[in-house]
């Protein structure tokens, strides 16, 4: 019965969605031609910069538990039939049709392949190769990562094989990254894209359901067809890429009024204004101005907000990084990556904005506090 259920979910899923493996994201990209370059995207660049945690990026929550008079214990709720999902699957989304009712009802296909296939493994049955090839492009996190296990430990590994293990480093689970990451060290894609220091190792027991949230596009300035990459993302950079040529991304900002600056000519920038500032405070009538400026610089000299280069001094296989200024307080950095053959545009997260006109009591009691306290 289970390996009957299997593969009829196995059919299903295939006909959608496993028997054409998706590329293997920007580090398996081909070269664009230089007689045939694509048309530069007009220019319209997103400056609506606030939170840097987008409650809008945030994947959806579970639904909130029913009001329960008493207390009661409710009755679990009846198991879909497999055979009734498998049949409206195949019947309502043809092609894997990607509407959010066939959706719904893909993931519901894959919790009855994910649970035959556990039944079939754990009575050591032969499993065809095949089967672990459609569950490593599941979107179920946890029948991903006994797909790309098999596929990864599996001695008779395809070039195929290694596209569809390089391509879960793109996945928003991070239990599917952490499996690639965990076991796929010799998967020379794999290999290569470790160069980079990656985030989102987890357990590779295949159990950790925590899915990261995909940033807005206003993040890579807009740029149209950015691809946001979550390996190499973290909580203080959201990195993207795009096939298209460093000097088509370069004029795609230059054309919007942005045009791309040196970590040099940032600080020079940032300079030009700190003294400007400094110079309007010491030609003030204010007999407290020279405490003023010295708690000014004092306070500028400790921020790193002006140094743009510091969240990339160690990034590998970056060719010259350039820096454009999206807003007052966030830049993104665009640069030729050799690691994942691609233009990368990489958006770190500012620093708080300095003060430039301190309140100095509350200054002084902060360092005050500090030093009581020892934080």
């Given at each position: 019965m289970k390996s009957?259920?299997?593969?009829?979910?196995?059919?299903?899923?295939a006909s959608g969605c496993g028997s054409d493996p998706e590329p293997a994201g920007d580090a398996l990209d081909a070269s664009v031609p230089t007689d045939i370059a694509p048309a530069v995207p007009a220019a319209k660049v997103s400056g609506d910069f606030g939170d840097w945690d987008e409650p809008t990026a945030t994947p959806a929550t579970e639904p909130a538990i029913p009001y329960n008079p008493g207390f009661r214990v409710p009755e679990p709720a009846a198991p879909p039939d497999p055979d009734a999902v498998i049949g409206r699957y195949a019947s309502e989304c043809p092609g894997g049709a990607t509407s959010d009712s066939c959706r719904e009802l893909r993931v519901q296909v894959e919790g009855v392949f994910l649970d035959a296939l556990v039944a079939l493994r754990g009575a050591d049955q032969e499993i065809d190769r095949q089967w672990y090839r459609i569950a490593a492009a599941a979107e179920t996190p946890q029948l991903a990562c006994i797909g790309l296990r098999e596929l990864i430990l599996s001695p008779g590994r395809t070039a195929a094989d290694?596209?569809?293990?390089?391509?879960?480093?793109?996945?928003?689970?991070?239990?599917?990254?952490?499996?690639?990451?965990?076991w796929g060290a010799k998967v020379p894609g794999v290999d290569a894209i470790r160069q980079r220091e990656v985030y989102g190792l987890a357990s590779r027991e295949c159990i950790d359901g925590g899915r990261d949230p995909e940033p807005g596009p206003k993040w890579a300035g807009g740029y149209p067809g950015a691809r946001y990459r979550p390996f190499a993302s973290s909580a203080t950079r959201r990195w993207f890429t795009t096939p298209d040529s460093l000097e088509q991304v370069l004029d795609?900002?230059?054309?919007?009024?942005?045009?791309?600056?040196?970590?040099?000519?940032?600080?020079?920038?940032?300079?030009?204004?700190?003294?400007?500032?400094?110079?309007?405070?010491?030609?003030s009538p204010d007999a407290d101005n020279e405490a003023q400026l010295a708690r000014l610089m004092q306070h500028l000299t400790g921020q790193s907000q002006t140094n743009w280069s510091a969240a990339f001094r160690d990034v590998q296989g970056a060719g010259e990084i350039?820096?454009?200024?999206?807003?007052?307080?966030?830049?993104?950095?665009?640069?030729?990556?050799?690691?994942?053959?691609?233009?990368?545009?990489?958006?770190?997260?500012?620093?708080?904005?300095?003060?430039?006109?301190?309140?100095?009591?509350?200054?002084?009691?902060?360092?005050?506090?500090?030093?009581?306290?020892?934080?």
């Open positions: 009957r259920l299997a593969a009829c979910a196995l059919m299903v899923l290694e596209a569809l293990i390089v391509a879960a480093l793109d996945s928003p689970w991070r239990s599917v990254r952490g499996a690639v990451l965990a795609f900002f230059e054309r919007a009024g942005k045009p791309a600056r040196t970590a040099d000519e940032l600080a020079a920038d940032a300079n030009a204004r700190f003294i400007a500032e400094a110079t309007r405070i010491s030609e350039r820096y454009v200024m999206l807003a007052e307080r966030q830049a993104i950095a665009v640069f030729r990556d050799e690691v994942l053959n691609a233009t990368s545009i990489v958006a770190p997260r500012p620093a708080a904005a300095p003060d430039l006109a301190p309140d100095m009591e509350q200054a002084e009691l902060e360092n005050l506090s500090r030093l009581v306290f020892r934080y």
